[in-house]
T-cell receptor, first 112, second 113 residues
C-alpha cells in the first residue's frame, strides 16, 4: 500500500459547485497533515494545514479522520480560479528526520 | 521577496552531458530539498540537506549528486545525464521546526535527448 494515496481525477465540476477530495495514508502514527495547491506548470504552494478538529479558510474546509486514516478537502462555491492540482502532505511521526510524503495529487477543473 | 530561486528554468541536454542546477533561498531556512516530478509519480525526493555542509539521500538519489557549501545554496548535479532524468526539478526549503511547510522554487524543466 502506498504511504499516501489520492484519486488523480480529473474532477470536472461547474462553477458554484461543491467538491471534495480525500487522501488516505498508511502510517497510523503520522502526526500532521497539509494540503498544497499546484497550478499547471507551476510550483506547489501551501494551501492549508489540517487540524484534528477540522478547520476552515473561507470556502475551503479541511478535515482529518484518524480512525479511517484519511484527510479531506472540501471546496464550496467553486471558482474558475480553483482549477489546479491539490496535493496532500503527510508528516511522519516525530523523532529524527524522515521525509515528508507528498501525494500524487488530485486534479480539479472548474468549468464555466 | 525572492524566496526560493532556481536556475536555469529550462535546459536541454544530450545523453552523457553534465550540468548543475542551482537553488538559492533568502529565508534563512535550515532545510533544503531537491525533488523531481514526473506525470503520475508525484514529487519524489532526490536529496536533502539539514544544514550547511550536510546532505543525505532521498527516495531516488541515483545519478545525482548535491552540495551545500553555503546555507542559502543547494546545488544538484547530474554527472552523466540519461533520458530517464527528463523531468521537472523543484527545489524547496523549510525551517527545521516546520519541515512540512516547504517553499518551492519555480522549477527547472530538463529534457535529456
Amino acid at each position: 500500500r502506498k504511504e499516501v494515496e489520492q484519486d488523480p481525477g480529473p474532477f470536472n465540476v461547474p462553477e458554484g459547485a461543491t467538491v471534495a477530495f480525500n487522501c488516505t495514508y498508511s502510517n497510523s502514527a503520522s502526526q500532521s497533515f497539509f494540503w498544497y495547491r499546484q497550478d499547471c506548470r507551476k510550483e506547489p504552494k501551501l494551501l492549508m494545514s489540517v487540524y484534528s478538529s477540522g478547520n476552515e479558510d473561507g470556502r475551503f474546509t479541511a478535515q482529518l479522520n484518524r480512525a479511517s486514516q484519511y484527510i479531506s478537502l472540501l471546496i464550496r462555491d467553486s471558482k474558475l480560479s480553483d482549477s489546479a492540482t491539490y496535493l496532500c502532505v503527510v508528516n511522519p511521526p516525530a523523532g529524527g528526520y524522515q521525509k515528508v510524503t507528498f501525494g500524487t495529487g488530485t486534479k480539479l477543473q472548474v468549468i464555466p | 521577496n525572492a524566496g526560493v530561486t532556481q536556475t536555469p528554468k529550462f535546459r536541454v541536454l544530450k545523453t552523457g552531458q553534465s550540468m548543475t542546477l542551482l537553488c538559492a533561498q533568502d529565508m534563512n531556512h535550515e532545510y533544503m530539498y531537491w525533488y523531481r516530478q514526473d506525470p503520475g509519480m508525484g514529487l519524489r525526493l532526490i536529496h536533502y540537506s539539514v544544514g550547511e555542509g550536510t546532505t543525505a539521500k532521498g527516495e531516488v538519489p541515483d545519478g545525482y549528486n548535491v552540495s551545500r557549501l553555503k546555507k542559502q545554496n543547494f546545488l544538484l548535479g547530474l554527472e552523466s545525464a540519461a533520458p530517464s532524468q527528463t523531468s521537472v526539478y523543484f527545489c524547496a526549503s523549510s525551517y527545521v521546526r516546520a519541515k512540512n511547510i516547504q517553499y518551492f522554487g519555480a522549477g527547472t524543466r530538463l529534457s535529456v535527448l
